[in-house]
């Protein structure tokens, strides 16, 4: 099969068909905000199936997400982790002990407290009778989280589970080289004087460089950036289309902010400090400012650069490139019959789910290109059904290259099996509060978020069908429909 790099760097210019096709939809940040999203009065049937329990989402929060290195810095993982649970608890007022099981997502983890779930249930005043796991799948950790929440409950195991997920980049561990950490092991096991000094004996100065995370794909050493960087090019979108993109999302965030429409936030008093209130990565600019901006990953031509990626942070002398959010995020989910047994009022229905992964190297970050037609036929709706899409912000030029993936017939043919497109996305109907290239991306908390912005959306648009996807390393992707509860 012809390279999707090779066909479409010959056949795709930026004056083809799928450039200029995409570039007559309406970018322009000025224009969205104007138009906003359309109050939805349509009413469809419902999703659910017979014999098979309803599985509610009763509410959910997150602290604020932080830029790494700021209020946060001084904290440890199951800090914010137990904050958002805090935050849960006071939004809900569910009993502690009603509670079955917590369930959390994370993806760079804290060796003191690698199963930060669990120890972040017992700082939150949890009955150490509550079972508690932590779920890692890069960046839809906390989508797996929620899953296995709504597997827990739909297998009649239990009624109350308590998904989310939580990301530090603040203080992520930094090891010894391997040859420094042999070292160690080895000279503790030495049982005399003689031993220890021969294995000195081998020591080098350059044992001390310490071993830097990166978002890099294990599989193929290749950073995410990097990908995004080639897979923009690849589909032939331009920088000033992902610096339009990033500015639309930063200014639909701001508004949806000063407005007071993200209102799964919660305040947390950090200790030792202020109280922090509000997502401090909304940084709307302009586009002359933002085409100041040098490549942060492949120089000097690449278009990927710090300011259309969600809160990148290169540090110049070494390869450590990180997406750098700190925050957690927590959701109440429940059998919908125990919901109104207790009283609540759900927010929405979780509805079918699927995963999918695909090739590490050049579709890295499709993943919401293939998950959305299979979990729209697994769900029996189509693209025109959908009333709020909320998908995951890595970088302009992820969202912008599924944009084109899903509009095209030829990559659906030989990359999906398909006969036909999976369809366009109506600017009107996406992200339309932001997203994480403006909100902030904690790896293992940014599912939840995506969920809640969308139950929250379609009560306010007053939509009944939302699609949430996400793309994750390793070539990986969720998508899930999520279905307004009736007034």
Known sequence: ???????????????????????????????????????????????AKPNLRN?????????????????????????LARAALLGLLHRTSIPKEVVDYITFGTVIQEVKTSNVAREAALGAGFSDKTPAHTVTMACISS??????????????????????GVELMSDVPIRHSRKMRKMMLDFNKAKTLGQRLSLLSKFRLNFLSPELPAVAEFSTSE???????????AFAVSRREQDEYALRSHSLAKKAQDEGLLSDVVPFKVPGKDTVSKDNGIRP??????????????????????????????????????????GASAM???????ALAMGYKPKAYLRDFVYVSQDPKDQLLLGPTYATPKVLEKAGLT???????????????????????MDSDWFAQNYMGRKTKVGSLPLEKFNTWGGSLSLGHPFGATGCRLVMAAANRLRKEGGQYALVAACAAGGQGHGMIVETYPK
Not at 143 to 164: K, R
Not at 296 to 322: D, H, M, W
Not at 389 to 404: D, T, V
């Open 1 to 47: 099969m012809t390279s999707i790099w090779t066909y479409t760097f010959k056949n795709l210019p930026s004056t083809s068909k799928w450039a200029l096709g995409f570039c007559v939809r309406p970018l322009s940040c000025s224009s969205q905000l104007r138009a906003g999203p359309a109050v939805q009065t349509k009413s469809k049937k419902t999703l």
């Open 55 to 79: 599985i509610v989402v009763v509410d959910g929060v997150r602290i604020p997400f932080l830029l790494s290195g700021t209020s946060y810095k001084d904290l440890m993982p199951h800090d």
């Open 332 to 338: 109440l989910i429940m059998s919908e019959d125990k």
């Open 223 to 233: 950073t995410m950036g990097h990908s995004a960087d080639r897979l923009a090019a």
């Open 285 to 326: 600019s302009s586009l002359e400012q933002m085409a100041k901006l040098k490549p942060a990953f492949i120089k000097p031509y690449g278009t990927v650069t710090a300011a259309n990626s969600s809160f990148l942070v290169e540090r110049q002398r070494s390869s450590f490139n990180l997406l750098r959010t700190d």
């Open 143 to 164: 989508n797996q989280a929620m899953t296995t929440a709504v597997g827990l409950i739909a297998s009649g195991q239990y009624d109350v589970v308590v998904a989310g």
């Open 383 to 405: 693209m025109n059904d959908i009333d709020v899409f909320e998908f995951h912000e890595a970088f302009s030029g992820q969202i912008l290259a599924n944009f084109k993936a």
